[in-house]
């Protein structure tokens, strides 16, 4: 994993966004299902999960010892999550907000990337082991949360595209 590859996933997600208007950023394929302005909130909050991790991790040894599930190992040597629809919590539709608007979503895509960049800094600089715990996979490093944080906005364009392939459909667009 390396800077350019998370720059290149992101720019791709702020690129995308300055084609959407406001309703199509509201617009659901589904009540169940997540507008493109819900994905983008998604996309930011979980991010920020992540950083608060990569800091964990930076500068101690704590849970050096700790491992990572066979789970998580698969998907990092593939650098990739399973190419699945991964159901979560049933009510997460209902708590992610809409966006307030396009331009506040642009400006926090855009220093979540600046962040980020700072951060692949701290991570090259740091010769710690220290790990925190991903609920579901293990333990992880300040590298490989930066190297899931990109997976991650990686696999969210599966989702993207089935949106927009439904927004596609829509005659009022």
């Keep these: 994993m390396h800077i ?3 720059n290149t996933t992101i720019d791709l997600w702020i690129s995308e966004l300055e084609k959407y208007s406001m309703e199509k950023l509201f617009d659901k394929p589904s009540v169940k299902s997540w507008s493109i302005g819900q994905l983008y ?9 992540y950083i608060e991790q990569i800091r964990e991790c930076l500068g ?6 700790e491992l990572m599930k066979e789970t998580g190992i698969k998907m990092f040597i593939a650098n990739e999550f399973p190419d699945e629809i ?5 009510g997460i539709t209902e708590k992610i907000r809409q966006p307030e608007n ?5 400006l926090q895509m855009r220093a979540l990337k600046l962040q980020m960049n700072e951060l692949w800094k701290d991570i090259q600089s740091d010769d710690s082991k ?3 715990m991903h609920p579901g996979l293990g333990y992880f490093t300040s590298k490989e949360w930066f190297q899931f944080a990109e997976m991650h906005l990686r696999h969210h364009l599966r989702q993207k595209q089935r949106i927009d392939d439904y927004l596609h459909t829509r005659k009022s667009f």
């Design 60 to 65: 101690n040894n704590e849970n050096a010892k």
């Design 41 to 49: 909130r998604h996309l930011l909050n979980e991010t920020e999960y």
């Design 130 to 132: 220290g790990k925190s």
């Design 4 to 6: 350019d590859q998370f």
């Design 102 to 106: 396009k331009r506040d979503l642009m």
């Design 86 to 90: 991964i159901k979560g919590d049933p």
